[in-house]
């Protein structure tokens, strides 16, 4: 079978390609350890070895829009471009490509349909930031096959936080049964506190910074009971008219299972609170 | 009132540099082009007759105007990137990084701490 070598819940930041590259004149203040810290974490995914990547994260009206929006989606395809048009204009993202994996695409999809999850699929999928985002930051390298699942975060009605648990915990099961003796790291990137396009947004810090700080300790901690005591769709507009990215982080913790985080950090910057999390399900993976 | 119709505008105009620059350039004549041509196209050949503008819709599309949109419940993502495109370089020249942001959050201040306009649901 299979093996789930790693977990990495991130928030996924546009702007860190621009902000760490651009001249050292130009660069934000955090730009340095901001570059520290996401090494660091893509130590986390490296040292785990993995051989294909589970990528979950949510487009942001890219390629889905709302004549036709999947609540749930798994990409199918032997592979992917990545990064439109408007992403290069406004984070100055480069395209890329991903090669994907058909079987593990094909056996998560009938595992999900089999749990109770009916999936939306598609044969010809264009990832965007939240996918391409932690690529830059955990595996720049872009080498290896990937599997993309795609939330609804962003198109009210949205699933509930509990939904996104029990998906994780579904995927987990799926990557567990694989067929396969590879070697296998789920990586998904959301949100803390996030306010876009509303009379909170781009401050020195995300719009709620208490939010940021307990989020953190749930995730690391592995303390689903205390999320889904505190967090409702409603709570997360308090914190933020987009925070609602956080229930991705909610969804890795799922794939992880109620276990503590093996590596945590974080960073503040305008407009946002970065989060990096890392769980290692196997006892002595972290080698 | 169509919500969707006015995301649906901002969808299609922030994806297309041809569109974009019209809008920047002549809000007023792009927009009647989109109502005429782009608006009620499903694809290549089938088309819609479902959907059409308020006044006041066409009005906030016309003026850029983001606390209209805003209140009418446009999405946030899409308002927030489309007005970034049109307007941030110039802002950003004139008056600093972020500033065109920091205005355009200061134009929806009164919302502060009040539950904001759904965007679906």
């Known amino acids: 079978m299979a093996r789930l070598t790693a977990v990495l819940a991130t928030t996924h930041h546009p702007f860190y390609l621009k902000a760490t590259t651009a001249p050292v004149e130009q660069q934000i203040p955090q730009a340095a350890e901001w570059k520290r810290k996401v090494e660091a974490y893509r130590e986390t995914l490296t040292k785990a070895e993995p051989e294909i990547l589970v990528m979950v994260g949510a487009d942001h009206f890219h390629q889905f829009f709302l004549d036709n929006y999947p609540q749930f989606l798994i990409g199918k395809a032997p592979r992917y471009d990545a990064t439109f048009y408007n992403e290069e204009r406004e984070f100055g993202i480069p395209k890329y490509v991903l090669e994907g994996h058909e079987e593990l695409s094909r056996f998560m999809h009938k595992g999900l349909l089999d749990r109770g999850f009916d999936f939306a699929f598609s044969n010809e999928l264009k990832l965007d930031h939240s996918i391409i985002c932690p690529i830059i930051t955990t595996r720049p390298q872009a080498d290896l096959p990937v599997v993309p699942i795609y939330t609804n975060i962003f198109a009210p009605p949205l699933p509930s936080p509990k939904r996104f648990w029990d998906l994780g915990r579904a995927i987990r099961e799926i990557i567990d049964e694989f067929p396969s003796d590879k070697r296998i790291a789920a990586i998904g990137s959301g949100h803390l506190s996030l306010e876009l396009g509303g009379p909170r947004q781009f401050r020195e810090t995300g719009p709620d910074p208490e939010f940021d700080r307990q989020a953190i300790e749930w995730l690391s901690t592995g303390n689903i009971d205390a999320i889904l005591a505190n967090v409702t769709h409603e709570s997360m507009a308090k914190s933020g008219n987009a925070t609602h990215g956080f229930m991705d982080l909610i969804l890795m913790m799922g794939i992880a299972g109620p276990i503590p985080a093996a590596y945590s950090d974080c960073l503040s910057l305008f407009h946002t609170m970065e989060a990096y999390l890392t769980w290692y399900p196997e006892e002595g993976a972290a080698r | ?121």
Do not use: C
């Open chain 2, 1 to 121: 009132m169509s919500r969707y119709y006015v995301n649906k505008f901002l969808f299609t105009v922030d994806r297309d540099p041809d569109l974009l620059r019209r809008y920047k350039e002549n809000p007023k004549s792009l927009l009647a082009t989109w109502e005429q041509s782009i608006g009620p196209q499903l694809n290549s050949v089938e088309f819609s007759t479902v959907n059409s503008f308020t006044d006041a819709e066409r009005e906030a599309l016309v003026n850029h105007d983001v606390a209209a949109l805003f209140e009418m419940g446009a999405h946030f993502f899409l308002s927030l990137t489309i007005f970034i495109a049109i307007y941030d370089e110039e802002w950003t020249a004139r008056s600093g990084p972020l500033s065109f942001q920091k205005d355009f959050a200061k134009r929806l201040a009164h919302w502060e701490g009040r539950d904001y306009p759904p965007v679906g649901e």
